[in-house]
Antibody, heavy 122, light 111 residues
Framework: QVQLQESGPGLVKPSQTLSLTCTVS??????????WSWIRQHPGKGLEWIGY???????YYNPSLKSRVTISVDTSKNQFSLKLSSVTAADTAVYYC??????????????WGQGTMVTVSS | QSALTQPASVSGSPGQSITISCTGT?????????VSWYQQHPGKAPKLMIY???NRPSGVSNRFSGSKSGNTASLTISGLQAEDEADYYC???????????FGGGTKLTVL
């Protein structure tokens, strides 16, 4: 059974870069048909798709965040990562990693990590 | 890309049925059958309830059903139970970014 687990600092200073990693267990990140995703949720607010990456390295980003976001994959470690640059207090949120099953699959986020709270503050 | 439009809140009594709407555009909801619905309880990660407009993943109660007409998708929960009280989010593939867009979320209260 595939499981996802986010890891990274819970506190980031303004103007710095937020870095998170999602470790995939119980399955291979290189399996075709899956897009490995980052989603965030501001406190008390709704879900916001940040972007996703295919195991081959193709990336797709939310246009509103595209200039600050980089998602990468490390198939040797079965991990994928998020970097969000020039953060402000508006980037304070719970960050989720999730698996988007596309193609002949669910076309949906079928597996989620538990989420990790990231606070941007000096 | 703009968020899909959902009502902020809906409510119903145990045993009743409720419907949550999700309105988008021809670039997302109306253009593709890639609409999904998620249930989120406080402090928990979202859970997939419906995918591809009207399909239920294994293990999801058949009290949950989905449909779509034009640019609007809908989630119906029949035979409401106390455990259904949660936030519900729709999402859709969007051609504008070749990514995903979410709705703003709907808080379901079981009276």
């Amino acid at each position: 059974q595939v499981q996802l687990q986010e890891s990274g600092p819970g506190l980031v200073k303004p103007s710095q870069t937020l870095s998170l990693t999602c470790t995939v267990s119980g399955g291979s990140i290189s399996s075709g048909g899956y897009y490995w995703s980052w989603i965030r949720q501001h406190p008390g607010k709704g879900l916001e798709w940040i972007g996703y990456i295919y195991y081959s390295g193709s990336t797709y980003y939310n246009p509103s965040l595209k200039s600050r976001v980089t998602i990468s994959v490390d198939t040797s470690k079965n991990q994928f990562s998020l970097k969000l640059s020039s953060v402000t207090a508006a980037d304070t949120a719970v960050y989720y990693c999730a698996r988007y099953c596309g193609g002949d699959c669910h076309d949906a986020f079928d597996i989620w990590g538990q989420g990790t709270m990231v606070t941007v503050s000096s | 890309q703009s968020a899909l439009t959902q009502p902020a809140s809906v409510s119903g009594s145990p045993g009743q049925s409720i419907t949550i709407s999700c309105t988008g555009t021809s670039s997302d909801v109306g253009g593709y059958n890639y609409v999904s619905w998620y249930q989120q309880h406080p402090g928990k990660a979202p859970k997939l309830m419906i995918y591809d407009v009207s399909n239920r993943p294994s293990g999801v109660s058949n009290r949950f059903s989905g449909s779509k007409s034009g640019n609007t998708a809908s989630l119906t929960i029949s035979g409401l139970q106390a455990e259904d009280e949660a936030d519900y989010y729709c999402s859709s593939y969007t051609s504008s970014s070749r990514g995903v867009v979410f709705g703003g979320g709907t808080k379901l209260t079981v009276l």
